[in-house]
């Protein structure tokens, strides 16, 4: 099924416009991601789909049909929520067969429908545990499984990794991404958390106070963001003011804001100085703060030690300046 969203607009009031002009398309099979900060809009669109808020203008279409006056029940999603909102007294199996029974499905179909839920998000050994049994991820897990038991033509998350600590996180994105790939179901993705949507997403959507900055692969948005703002939300980056000496001596196009990602640097012996501030170990990398000696003070990702007060050289290929 095709997900069409033209021109959406939702307000609370007469001056808090929160969805303003949203266009964009999921594809069958999508997983299609809504990324920006707290408050942009990107909840208020998921609620608008699964049917829980109304537009103010615009229309939502499936696969050309159009949806905003239709139920929330008959709209064939299923939501994931932050809070797992799964039944705290009902056992795994119970909450995973919850959809399948309010929709009268019952007997083998019922069984055969959520043992594959169950077989998918890999919860077979705990169908009879109750949700206090089971950590976070699992939880969550039960909500995703309890998803799929419905059979939708469209899953609905909202944050659904929020609530878990960073091993979890890591763990779940791979989990909804074999899910994903096994099912083939088109999902609408809502986080604020940019390494989720670069990890997981196959499009995504920046959003910034109600519209929409910029749609693309996460390849293209991370390295060829629009503007200044996409370029921050996506990552770290080092921007440098427009025909600067800086700008100059790294041989930035003219009359442009430019930046680089902190990991495209390359330090060496020779290229524009800098003195390193601060040195911070982080595992798999050390950041470095340093001041250039044209003034500015930038971030770089190396792998090697280096000490504070140590005077570094760096330069930039052209191709990995970012123009904003």
Not at 110 to 119: D, G, I, P, T, Y
Not at 233 to 241: K, P, Q, R, S, Y
Request: glycine letters at 8%.
């Amino acid at each position: 099924m095709t997900i069409t969203v033209e021109h959406l607009l939702k307000s609370y009031g007469p001056d808090s416009r929160v969805v303003d002009d949203v266009s964009f398309t999921i594809q069958p099979g999508e997983m299609f991601f809504l990324l920006g900060p707290s408050g942009c809009g990107k909840t208020t669109v998921l609620r608008m789909l699964a049917g829980f808020a109304q537009p103010d203008g615009g229309d939502i279409l499936f696969d050309g049909k159009r949806m905003n006056d239709v139920p929330p029940q008959d709209r064939h999603t299923a939501m994931v929520f932050q809070s797992y909102a799964i039944w705290p007294h009902l056992t795994i199996y119970e909450n995973v067969a919850y959809g399948l029974r309010v929709q009268k499905i019952t007997g083998a179909a019922l069984e055969a429908r959520v043992q594959e839920s169950l077989r998918l998000a890999r919860l077979e050994e705990l169908a009879q545990r109750k949700p206090a049994q089971l950590s976070g991820g699992q939880q969550q897990r039960v909500a995703l499984a309890r998803a799929l038991a419905v059979k939708p033509d469209l899953i609905l998350l909202d944050e659904p990794l929020s609530n878990l600590d960073a091993r979890l996180r890591h763990d779940l994105r791979e989990e909804l991404r074999r899910v994903h790939l096994e099912t083939g179901i088109a999902c609408l993705y809502v986080t604020h958390d940019q390494e989720e949507a670069l990890s997981l997403a196959d499009r995504l959507a920046v959003l910034n106070a109600g519209r929409i900055e910029q749609i693309g692969t996460p390849s293209e948005i991370y390295e060829h963001p629009t503007n200044e703002f996409v370029a921050r939300f996506m990552g770290e980056i080092n921007v440098i003011a427009a025909d600067s000496p800086l700008a100059v001596r790294l041989h930035a196009p003219p009359g442009r804001q430019v930046g680089f990602r902190p990991e495209v640097a390359v330090l060496a012996n020779e290229g524009v100085a800098a003195v390193v501030k601060r040195a911070t170990y982080l595992g798999s990398r050390v950041e470095l703060l340093a001041e250039a000696v044209t003034g500015e003070t930038l971030k770089f990702w190396t792998r090697g030690k280096v000490a504070v007060g140590e005077t570094l050289h760096f330069d930039v290929a052209a191709k990995h300046l970012i123009s904003l």
